[in-house]
C-alpha cells in the first residue's frame, strides 16, 4: 500500500510562486517515476511533469521554465516549485506513483492563482 500526501497549495497572486510537497510512504521503493498532475474546473486531468531516475525530468510545455520537480529521497518527499505563477495555472495539483498496474494518487491541494 501506498499513501501519497500533497501541501503547500493556497492563493497566490499572478507572478507568485509557491512549492509544492508530496510526502510519500508506504512500499514504495523509490520516487523514480513521481508524476505531478493538476485539473482544473470543467477540465480533465494533465500532466505537468515527472522525476525519473537520476533526477531526469520532463515537464509539460505549458510549465516549462517557470516550474522544477525535485526530491529528498531521504524524506521520501518529492517537490513542485512553481514560479512565475499564471491565472490558467489554477488547479487542484496531485501527485501520482505508477507500480506494477496499480496507479497511487494523492487527495490534491488547490493552487489558487489571482489576476
Known amino acids: 500500500q501506498v499513501q501519497l500526501v500533497e501541501s503547500g497549495g493556497g492563493l497566490v497572486q499572478a507572478g507568485g510562486s509557491l512549492r509544492l510537497s508530496c510526502v510519500a510512504s508506504?512500499?514504495?521503493?523509490?520516487?523514480?517515476?513521481m508524476g505531478w498532475y493538476r485539473q482544473a474546473p470543467g477540465k480533465q486531468r494533465e500532466l505537468v511533469g515527472s522525476i525519473y531516475t537520476a533526477g531526469i525530468t520532463n515537464y509539460a510545455d505549458s510549465v516549462k521554465g517557470r516550474f522544477t520537480i525535485s526530491r529528498d529521497n531521504a524524506k521520501n518527499t518529492v517537490y513542485l516549485q512553481m514560479n512565475s505563477l499564471k491565472p490558467e495555472d489554477t488547479a487542484v495539483y496531485y501527485c501520482?506513483?505508477?507500480?506494477?498496474?496499480?496507479?497511487?494518487w494523492g487527495e490534491g491541494t488547490l493552487v489558487t492563482v489571482s489576476s
Open positions: 508506504g512500499r514504495i521503493f523509490s520516487l523514480n517515476g
Open positions: 501520482h506513483l505508477a507500480r506494477g498496474n496499480l496507479d497511487y
